[in-house]
């Protein structure tokens, strides 16, 4: 199962808030078995049985305030926002190999040494609050200011806290120019950020 579902509201031609959410499940159920003398692996010569299971969730939502207005020769945008994500995933594996008796297909008919199980959970959760502003002058001058700050379940509780921002400028210099054939369009842009990420 897999789906998004968006809401928006606009309160104002220059202010809107948007909302989505993101769900991405599934359930994978695998059964392999091997009869005796049917696999390449000399170790499995006797056969082989296996029976998995992997439930997977992961659900994602975001809340963002967005504001777009101009002022004479300034353009000014600006957003604030949360987002959160929660991963779950469980598996399970029963597996074993060489048959006692021939011809019967269970894992009663395995030698306890031969057996094995595996139980797996993994579970992740991240909240974080970012926000945007940007700024044009004449469509010629350009400023992006940018900052996000995430909480992560993986992260030691006293430490589990980062923040990670950026800027970004151009200056449009062929807006000064006369007009001409030769450069019709010129810019000059650099930006500098930090990238922050948690653990698996």
């Known amino acids: 199962i897999t789906g998004t579902i968006n809401a928006s509201f ?7 808030l948007s909302y989505r959410m993101g769900v991405d ?14 696999a390449v692996n000399e170790r499995y010569q006797n056969g082989r049985l296996s029976k998995s299971k992997v439930s997977y ?5 975001n809340l963002m305030l967005n504001f777009h207005k101009t002022w004479g020769d300034f353009d000014i945008g600006a957003l604030v926002g949360t987002s959160s994500e929660a991963t779950e995933r469980l598996t399970q594996v029963h597996w074993g190999y060489d048959f006692v008796t021939p011809g019967t297909i269970s894992f009663a008919n395995i030698l306890q040494e ?19 502003v940007r700024a044009t002058w004449k469509n010629m001058i350009y400023l992006t200011v940018t900052g996000r700050n995430d ?15 950026s ?23 650099g930006s500098w950020a930090q990238v922050g990420k948690d653990a698996d």
Not at 57 to 61: A, G, K, M, Q, V
Not at 122 to 130: A, D, M, P
Not at 151 to 165: A, E, H, I, K, M
Not at 167 to 188: A, H, M, Q, R, Y
């Open 25 to 38: 499940s599934y359930v994978n159920d695998s059964y392999t078995y091997i009869a005796p003398g049917g």
């Open 10 to 16: 606009r309160f104002t031609d220059w202010l809107d």
């Open 114 to 132: 031969n057996k094995f199980f595996d139980d797996a959970t993994s579970k992740k959760r991240l909240v974080g609050v970012y926000g945007e």
């Open 57 to 61: 969730n992961y659900l994602t939502t």
């Open 167 to 189: 800027v970004s400028g151009s200056f449009v210099f062929t807006e000064l120019l006369p007009k001409n054939d030769v450069l019709t369009f010129g810019k000059i842009r």
């Open 151 to 165: 909480w992560s379940s993986t992260l030691p509780v006293d430490n589990r806290s980062y923040f990670y921002p």
